[in-house]
Structure formats: C-alpha cells, structure tokens
C-alpha cells in the first residue's frame, strides 16, 4: 500500500515537470510578446562647462514594450516601446557668481529682458524635465533552462520634450547694490528654449526572465544608458538665459552648459 502511494507522487511529480516544460517551451516559441514597463535609476549629467558642476539625479520611467523574434530564430528578437522618462537633473555652480533675470514665474532669454525684471543670483538648479521615449533595439536571449532564460539587449532610446520646470536655490539681489541678498527658492519655474527638444542615448542591458505562470513572464533588467546628444539648445545666444556679470563694466556675458546625460536604470517588465 505504501509502495503504491509513493508510485503515485512520482507519476504525478512527473506530470507537474511535464506541464512546467510544455508552459516554458509555449512561452519559447511565442514569435510575439507585448507588457507594461516601469523602470527607477539614477542619472550622471556630463557637464560642458567649469563654472557648473553636476550631482547625481533621478530617473524613472513607464509604459508599454513589445518584443518580436525573427523567423529564423527565437533568440534574436527585435524590441520597441512607447514609454513616459521622468527625470530630476541637477546642477550646482562652482564658485562664479552664476544670475538670470525673471519676473513672476518665467526665467528671461537675453532676448526677452526688461528693466522691470528681477536678478537672481544662482546657487543649485533642478531640471524636471518629462519625456515621451520611444525605444528601438535588438534582444539576444538564451534557451530556457527550466523556467528562465537569459536576455541581453541594445538599442536606442529616442525622447521627446513634453514638459519641464525649473527649481532653482538662490538669492534675489539688486545689482546696483541697494539691496541685501535674499535666500530663497525660485520653485516651478517656466524657461523657454532650454532644453532641447529631441534626446537620445545609447542603451545596453542584460537581465533574466521568468516564465513564472503559464505565458505571463517577469523580466528584471540592469541597464546602462549613454547619453550622446546635448541636453540644452546651444545654437542661438539670444536663448541663453544664465550669465556672469561684471560689477566693473556692468556687462554680462551670457553662457549655456553643453551638457549630456548618462543614465543607469533596474527595469521591470511584464511580459504576456
């Protein structure tokens, strides 16, 4: 009797490891698989310029992604999305006494001066900016072994400008001198022809995924992302908006940062 209750729990262990396989190997063989993404990191702002120096960001990220193996095999698959990059991206200035003119919400071009605006004397900035992304690459992923396999990808991530606002740390001051510097924090602020409009970097990651219920699979991916495009429109000096003043001369000498951005990303995708 004890014999044959032990004969049973192998048949039906057996039948448990068949059913694990035929679900991995239905997930191996989809051509197609498409879910939602979110991802968290940090981002490294490469700086263009010695009178400002970067410190260290944040990043996150959310949206669809969908993946499609080639004919030829299941290993190689082509991957794109439409995501939503929310960033934080800070700046501080080194030493060099750093202004920009503003009235009310809006940080003035040199083009848009007045004598009516206000001077503020810049000692931290954070940009957040939020970007429409549309990532494209290739995927190399292994055999599953047992309910895993392993994934490797590049590819470029294409952004959008949709959205940015400016908090900056500071003092209010009067150039003449009239007055004493004010502390304070200059929150949701509004600036024009800043950052550009279109970003991209190059991205490489590698990660596992688990086929954890039946052709539902969690993907965990650690990515690195190179930033190769200027993150500031740099063409026009009539846009610039930050200058160093000479209390001598009384004449500014306006400047932008030519700055990239790097990122590292933990993503999460589930796959169906």
Known sequence: MKSTRVHHYVILAIALLQF???????VSEKRLQGGVTGAVGLN???????IL????????????????????SQNIALTAGLEFDIDKINYKVTGTDVYYRFTDKQIKTKDQT?????????????????????PIGLTFRTDFIGDYRGVFKFGLRNRFLMTNSVNDKGSIVDISGG??????????MNV????????ANLGISAGVEWNF????????????????MPLHLTSKEQNYTLFMLDPNAQSETYFRNQATLNMTQLKFTLLF
Not at 44 to 50: A, C, E, I, L, R
């Open 192 to 199: 024009s022809k800043d950052l550009f409009f279109y970003n």
């Open 53 to 72: 120096e970067s410190s260290t960001g944040f990043s996150s990220s959310f949206g669809v992604s969908f993946t499609k193996s080639s004919k030829e």
């Open 44 to 50: 490294f702002p490469q700086m263009g310029t010695n």
């Open 114 to 134: 007045v004598s009516t605006d206000q001077y503020f004397n810049l000692l931290e900035r954070t940009y957040e900016p939020l970007y429409l992304s549309l």
């Open 20 to 26: 694990h396989c035929v679900e991995a190997q239905s």
């Open 213 to 228: 219920s039946g052709s539902t699979c969690l993907l965990v991916e650690a990515g690195f992302n190179y930033g190769f």
């Open 179 to 188: 007055l004493p510097p004010n502390l304070t924090e200059n929150i949701g």
